[in-house]
């Protein structure tokens, strides 16, 4: 025996009335011999920590506290026998716990024999009772055994004589080991039996779909099983809502449509379909499912909030097709007055004037007429302060495009105080940041913009970062700010709708300071001025000086993906677009554009997207 052996046969000799003691229960509670062996062996010290087990009781050998320990350190010592010899005592001792059969097989593979490890976890599986399935498949699980894993749930299930049990943990595993068809199959079968796992389930292809391919599949299934069980509603629901995440609202709003009838839920669900449709800016969409709701439900109780959302969404689809063509605006404005004559000028009807307001004011440059419609909303008894401090923005905003910078500020500092903590108070203050920009005190803008970067809306949010790293960007080399005050002076330009005169200011601002870090900056908003006011190939070429520069920017997957869309949407180039949207997809995976240009490609390319 070696001296550091001989010492601690010693040392043992005189502890050993404290080996173990008997705990509740009939179990073994750890002592200090057993503590220090423990410390050996995560130490590395197996010769150690084997010497000690070995003198402690059977009981406490084969107790969870003790067991994997030791068996751990008898394989790194190569002891196979010794480890199989102590889990068959084990198992004599234990008879009921099945997962020692599991070590078991984990001595066989560590030894080299496989087929043996096979056929001891076979053993396993087949002596299975209920009550053995989750700690035998949690031990297979943690020794990274996931086909056994998987064998030991489908056990399970069988011996449960129900087709589902067990159908979370094997999503689960099947999503670790991206095995997608069993992952469809699997959530599938457990949304056609329970309903209730409806938001589990949706969790779990959020994990588990990563290619197209997958997003493929699952729609292929979901349209099978509608057809052939239109009453099934949870296959309707995550068909809505794989169509929802795949930016297909046409698609969508034919599940939303069936939902809805089947619900009895008076066009709720088409209403919030068409809502989401319109910010992501599929207005076609959005149009027809306000449409539906004001025509299907006339007397339902969302009849005038779809009749408002629907002119909201031709006016904003009005807005955004360049150039924007008058008469459809003056045709809005009819239309807005037709809804007011049959629904009243009520505080119900007050976020309708207030919509008119804008028009007046951004479309039709009216801002007198623009002006008193904001009073009489702001006038309104019981008018919601929502809605009233809505208006007040809009009045701050007449005044600036007025050049009452004083005035708008004022407007703004009185919502952003009465609407604290809140959207409407993020915006207002987000204004008045901006007002503070186009002034070129960028100081005072940050100080704002720090504060709106921790809004709980995400958009403001954005929108506070976005503007705050311009300035910062724009501030480093040009410590003066002249080049940034230019494109602010710009900026406010652009706001007051004078889009010529926004031209030249940028036209001479790269005259100006020609290789300024602005520039990508400026090109990019010229382009999408220039494409307001009909010249397409002039904002194609504006972009390119962007996306032609094999040196990217920041802004290269923005000027690319307008890039894209002016070919498909206003040159209907729609070959060129459809390589356009390839290359955001392909050179900018991260960029938050793929999935629509995803979407848009697969529509150019015939792929049947609905």
Do not use: C
């Not at 179990?27 to 150690?48: C, F, I, M």
């Not at 589902?164 to 949304?191: C, D, F, G, M, S």
């Not at 302060?385 to 007025?402: F, G, I, N, R, S």
Request: aromatic share 8%.
């Amino acid at each position: 025996m070696r001296p550091s052996f001989l010492l601690l046969a010693l040392a043992l000799g005189l502890a050993t009335p404290a080996l173990a003691q008997p705990g509740r229960n009939g179990g073994w509670v750890p002592t200090s011999s057993s503590n220090l062996a423990q410390d050996y062996a995560r130490r590395g010290e197996h010769e150690k920590a084997v010497f000690l087990f070995e003198k402690m009781p059977l009981p406490e050998q084969a107790g969870p506290a003790v067991l994997p320990t030791y068996v751990s350190s008898l394989l790194a010592l190569k002891k196979y026998k010794e480890a199989e010899k102590l889990l068959k005592k084990a198992q004599k001792l234990y008879p009921d716990d099945a997962t020692l059969g599991v070590a078991l097989g984990g001595v066989y593979q560590a030894a080299g024999d496989q087929p043996a490890a096979d056929k001891q976890w076979q053993k396993v599986v087949g002596q299975l009772a209920p009550v053995q399935v989750v700690p035998v498949a949690t031990e297979f699980a943690r020794r990274e055994l996931p086909a056994w894993t998987e064998r030991t749930w489908l056990r399970g299930r069988a011996l449960a004589h129900n087709d589902t049990e067990y159908a979370p943990q094997l999503i689960q595993l099947y999503t670790q080991t991206q095995n997608q068809p069993k992952v469809l199959a699997e959530t599938l079968r457990l949304v056609a039996r329970d309903e209730q796992q409806l938001p589990f389930v949706r969790n779990m292809l959020q994990n588990a779909l990563r290619e197209e391919k997958d997003f493929d599949a699952l729609e292929k299934l979901l349209l099978t099983a509608t057809q052939e069980h239109p009453d099934q509603n949870a296959y309707s629901e995550l068909l809505l809502w794989l169509q929802v995440q795949r930016h297909d609202f046409t698609g969508a709003l034919v599940q939303a449509r069936a939902l809805d009838r089947r619900s009895h839920a008076d066009g709720v669900r088409v209403l919030e379909l068409a809502a989401i449709a319109q910010q992501n800016k599929d207005y076609e969409t959005a149009i027809e499912g306000f449409d539906y709701v004001a025509k299907e439900y006339r007397n339902g109780p969302y009849y005038t909030a779809a009749r408002q959302r629907l002119l909201q969404a031709r006016e904003a689809q009005v807005r955004e097709t360049y150039p924007v063509d008058p008469a459809k605006v003056r045709a809005l404005v009819t239309e807005y007055d037709q809804l007011l004559a049959e629904l009243g000028r009520t505080p119900a009807t007050a976020a309708i004037i207030r919509s008119l307001a804008n028009l007046y004011a951004f479309q039709l440059n009216d801002r007198a007429k623009a002006m008193m419609l904001l009073q009489e909303v702001i006038d309104m008894p019981r008018a919601s302060d929502e809605v009233v401090d809505e208006a007040k923005v809009t009045q701050a905003d007449l005044y600036l495009l007025k050049g009452e910078p004083w005035e708008a500020t004022l407007l703004y500092s009185q919502v952003e105080k009465s609407h604290k903590d809140s959207p409407l108070g993020y915006e207002a203050k987000l204004r008045n940041a901006r007002l503070s920009y186009y002034a070129g005190d960028f100081k005072l803008a940050q100080s704002h913009l720090d504060i709106l970067k921790e809004a709980t809306t995400r958009e403001i949010a954005n929108d506070a970062m976005q503007l705050s790293l311009l300035i910062q960007d724009n501030t480093v080399e040009d410590t003066l700010g002249l080049g940034l005050k230019a494109y602010a002076a710009v900026e406010q330009l652009v706001f007051q709708n004078k889009v010529p005169e926004a031209i030249k200011g940028l036209d001479a601002l790269l005259e100006r300071f020609p290789g300024h870090s602005l520039a990508d900056d400026t090109y990019y908003l010229k382009a999408q001025l220039l494409r307001r006011t009909g010249d397409f190939p002039g904002a194609i070429a504006t972009l390119e000086r962007i996306t032609n520069n094999p040196k990217p920017d920041v802004l290269s997957d923005d000027a690319l993906f307008l890039l894209a869309r002016i070919q498909e949407e206003d040159v209907k180039d729609k070959a060129q677009a459809q390589a356009l949207y390839n290359q955001v997809i392909t050179k900018f995976p991260g960029s938050i554009y793929v999935a629509e240009a995803r979407k848009r490609f697969r529509k150019l390319r015939g792929d049947g997207v609905q």
